[in-house]
T-cell receptor, first 105, second 112 residues
């Protein structure tokens, strides 16, 4: 059972960094952590993934703890368009409830 | 490259009617999935497939059927629609176990 735990909601001021935590303490050693976001009622969109090293792309950065039991998605300069539900996921198949992020002016 | 295409985008069904939600992908992904999302809730897996001819149940398969005759297509069938099946349905695909999901734009289904 690929369980993840995320806070249900988070507010962030526009222009500030948003740090979204995810607990995945039961992750197995060879499973990647994936992050997605869902804007309004659109299909979820892939953001980033990682195994054990920190990762960065044009959308976000991903920090994975050394024991791999948790990770943090960082949106470095949040914009109003980043308002969405963010899901972390491992082992595919199952998704948790995600974190509703609201970026305010 | 269209990605994952779902049709129709919206549909209203009467109780007891049947329909097929279509899903096709052009990325040559071998894994495909169907999820449903109720208002304000997360994604629940209905069925998934790891390749043509192979399907398996997810956590909420009751009332649904799937088939996977080709790599590209993964239709979801509702035989006897019930109000509890009112939801938004998302199809997704991935390249094996190491690839991220690509989702379709969803089908919004209302059963009245």
């Amino acid at each position: 059972d690929a369980k993840t735990t995320q806070p249900p909601s988070m507010d962030c001021a526009e222009g500030r960094a948003a740090n979204l935590p995810c607990n995945h303490s039961t992750i197995s050693g060879n499973e990647y952590v994936y992050w997605y976001r869902q804007i309004h009622s659109q299909g979820p969109q892939y953001i980033i993934h990682g195994l054990k090293n920190n990762e960065t792309n044009e959308m976000a950065s991903l920090i994975i703890t050394e024991d791999r039991k948790s990770s943090t998605l960082i949106l470095p300069h949040a914009t109003l368009r980043d308002t969405a539900v963010y899901y972390c996921n491992w082992g595919k198949l199952q998704f948790g409830a995600g974190t509703q992020v609201v970026v305010t002016p | 490259n269209a990605g994952v295409t779902q049709t129709p985008k919206f549909r209203i069904l009467k109780i007891g009617q049947s329909m097929t939600l279509q899903c096709t992908q052009d990325m040559n992904h071998n894994y495909m999935y169907w999820y449903r999302q109720d208002p304000g809730m997360g994604l629940k897996l209905i069925y998934y497939s790891v390749g043509a001819g192979i399907t398996d149940k997810g956590e909420v398969p009751n009332g649904y059927n799937v088939s996977r005759s080709t790599t590209e297509d993964f239709p979801l069938r509702l035989e006897l629609a019930a109000p509890s099946q009112t939801s938004v349905y998302f199809c997704a695909s991935s390249y094996g176990t190491g690839g991220y999901y690509t989702f379709g734009s969803g089908t919004r289904l209302t059963v009245v």
